[in-house]
């Protein structure tokens, strides 16, 4: 009895011991301590597609391992400043966004069941000079229906460089050109509509020759740098005092949630009030004061309040001017107008006739008329107008005297009977 206790400890032991390398012991398929029971990829490689900032990978495909599993692939694409992104095709080739002016690393390995293989590690490097590609690229959403992307050329190239700006997103099959361009020296600036969001979206800057660097800059829906959404200035504010109490109404820029509202109103001091989804409010004002309002609107990041801004604040809004102040040029005006009214009223009325003579003929009246023509009728009966008497020769003398200063008196010669020529 005395030599089964140590024998029987002595088992316990080895069991624990067993146990504890079982323990220890690599799992097949883990991160570390795998065990490499598949033949290593061979043949990666990969071609650029400079327009759409995409990199396509492919290599040798490997067969099945021994008719028990299925095999796919594990791939790893490391960019800097961003966790890599993952995928796991089951086909020997994967389409990866990358931003091609910046280095990358790749690498792919197979998998089988629980069966890991090796990694296999590819590097991209950007092509063409440093610093000649575009510089400073920022582009911004305008009102989540157009994208602006503004760049300077890059300080190694030479200043005769021009550039062209290419865009993809999910839903299109290749790139697209940008055409919209503006130059401003050395400050180049496109534009296109993009009215929806994509999970993904590529800009790709190239230049006029092969030894200019592509620049591409690459976002991801819901991710930090997505592009800044910078909304339109309200528009149409309108504004009406009741009390004391100003309503102000305006026009949002766009007809969606979570757009948040500042309304600024100058006066001894400036004051701003937020509102959110709220484009008719009311603020309390003082009397007998001049006050100045405008709006501006930016996206919030919540749906329910303010306090955390996404984007960019918008342009403000024209300038709406409410002055309520009693001063005396206005209450003058007040006194004035009423008295200038019925002062001319009173002229009107007292020169109604003149002016009613001047703009209408005046017409004679008939029975003043018809009295006067009876009056001369009888003067004419009492006095009839004398004729002159034709029997008196001496009336006729003038007439006879002037007719025979205008005649030629004619020759008389004697008349013979008889005598012929």
Same mark, same amino acid.
């Given at each position: 009895?005395?030599?089964?206790?140590?024998?029987?400890?002595?088992?316990? @032991?080895? @069991?624990?011991?067993?146990?504890?390398?079982?323990?220890?012991?690599?799992?097949?398929?883990?991160?570390?301590?795998?065990?490499?029971?598949?033949?290593?990829?061979?043949?990666?490689?990969?071609?650029?597609?400079?327009?759409?900032?995409?990199?396509?990978?492919?290599?040798? #495909?490997?067969?099945?391992?021994?008719?028990?599993?299925?095999?796919?692939?594990?791939?790893?694409?490391?960019?800097?400043?961003?966790?890599?992104?993952?995928?796991?095709?089951?086909?020997?080739?994967?389409?990866?966004?990358?931003?091609? =002016?910046?280095?990358?690393?790749?690498?792919?390995?197979?998998?089988?069941?629980? &069966? %890991?293989?090796?990694?296999?590690?590819?590097? $991209?490097?950007?092509?063409? /000079?440093?610093?000649?590609?575009?510089?400073? !690229?920022?582009?911004?959403?305008?009102?989540?229906?157009?994208?602006?992307?503004?760049?300077?050329?890059?300080?190694?190239?030479?200043?005769?460089? *021009?550039?062209?700006?290419?865009?993809?997103?999910?839903? $299109?099959?290749?790139?697209?050109?940008?055409?919209?361009?503006?130059?401003?020296?050395?400050?180049?600036?496109?534009?296109?509509?993009?009215?929806?969001?994509?999970? +993904?979206?590529?800009?790709?800057?190239?230049?006029? *020759?092969?030894?200019?660097?592509? %620049?591409?800059?690459?976002?991801? +829906?819901?991710?930090?740098?997505?592009?800044?959404?910078?909304?339109? /200035?309200? *528009?149409?504010?309108?504004?009406? +005092?009741?009390?004391?109490?100003?309503?102000?109404?305006?026009?949002?820029?766009?007809?969606?949630?979570?757009?948040?509202?500042?309304?600024?109103?100058?006066?001894?001091?400036?004051?701003?009030?937020?509102?959110?989804?709220?484009?008719?409010?009311?603020?309390?004002? &003082?009397?007998?004061?001049?006050?100045?309002?405008?709006?501006?609107?930016?996206?919030?990041?919540?749906?329910?309040?303010?306090?955390?801004?996404?984007?960019?604040?918008?342009?403000?809004?024209?300038?709406? %001017?409410?002055?309520?102040?009693? =001063?005396?040029?206005?209450?003058? $005006?007040?006194?004035?107008?009423?008295?200038?009214?019925?002062?001319?009223?009173?002229?009107? !009325?007292?020169?109604?006739?003149?002016? &009613?003579? $001047?703009?209408? #003929?005046?017409?004679?009246?008939?029975?003043?008329?018809?009295?006067?023509?009876?009056?001369?009728?009888?003067?004419?009966?009492?006095?009839?107008?004398?004729?002159?008497?034709?029997?008196?020769?001496?009336?006729?003398?003038?007439?006879?005297?002037?007719?025979?200063?205008?005649?030629?008196? #004619?020759?008389?010669?004697?008349?013979?009977?008889?005598?012929?020529?």
């Amino acid at each position: 009895m005395g030599t089964l206790l140590p024998l029987v400890a002595l088992l316990l @032991l080895l @069991l624990l011991l067993r146990l504890s390398l079982s323990l220890r012991a690599p799992v097949a398929g883990g991160d570390s301590g795998e065990q490499l029971v598949l033949p290593r990829l061979t043949g990666l490689q990969y071609n650029v597609s400079e327009g759409s900032c995409h990199v396509n990978f492919w290599w040798t #495909p490997l067969q099945r391992v021994n008719g028990s599993c299925k095999v796919y692939y594990h791939t790893e694409l490391w960019e800097s400043g961003r966790s890599p992104d993952v995928g796991y095709p089951n086909e020997p080739f994967i389409k990866q966004l990358v931003v091609l =002016n910046e280095k990358a690393n790749f690498s792919v390995r197979p998998i089988c069941d629980k &069966k %890991v293989g090796e990694r296999v590690n590819i590097t $991209l490097s950007p092509t063409g /000079a440093a610093g000649t590609g575009a510089a400073n !690229l920022r582009c911004i959403w305008h009102n989540q229906q157009r994208i602006t992307c503004s760049w300077q050329r890059g300080q190694n190239a030479d200043p005769g460089t *021009s550039y062209s700006m290419y865009y993809w997103y999910e839903d $299109l099959d290749r790139e697209r050109p940008c055409t919209d361009y503006t130059t401003d020296g050395d400050v180049f600036q496109c534009s296109f509509e993009f009215s929806h969001y994509s999970f +993904k979206l590529a800009i790709s800057i190239q230049g006029s *020759s092969q030894d200019i660097q592509p %620049v591409c800059k690459i976002v991801r +829906k819901g991710v930090k740098n997505y592009f800044p959404v910078k909304l339109d /200035a309200p *528009s149409r504010v309108n504004i009406s +005092k009741s009390g004391n109490e100003v309503h102000l109404i305006w026009t949002p820029p766009i007809q969606s949630r979570g757009v948040c509202y500042e309304v600024e109103m100058n006066n001894t001091e400036t004051k701003t009030y937020s509102y959110l989804d709220n484009f008719n409010v009311s603020i309390p004002v &003082k009397s007998d004061e001049r006050h100045t309002f405008r709006v501006r609107a930016i996206l919030g990041r919540t749906a329910t309040r303010c306090e955390q801004m996404e984007g960019l604040w918008s342009d403000w809004s024209e300038h709406k %001017v409410l002055d309520v102040r009693d =001063n005396p040029f206005r209450i003058l $005006l007040l006194v004035l107008i009423p008295f200038c009214v019925a002062t001319l009223m009173i002229v009107l !009325l007292i020169y109604q006739k003149r002016i &009613k003579r $001047l703009i209408y #003929p005046n017409i004679p009246d008939f029975n003043k008329v018809k009295a006067i023509l009876e009056e001369q009728s009888k003067e004419l009966e009492k006095h009839p107008p004398e004729k002159p008497s034709i029997e008196d020769p001496t009336d006729l003398l003038p007439i006879l005297e002037m007719s025979m200063e205008g005649t030629k008196t #004619p020759e008389c010669r004697p008349t013979v009977w008889g005598a012929t020529d």
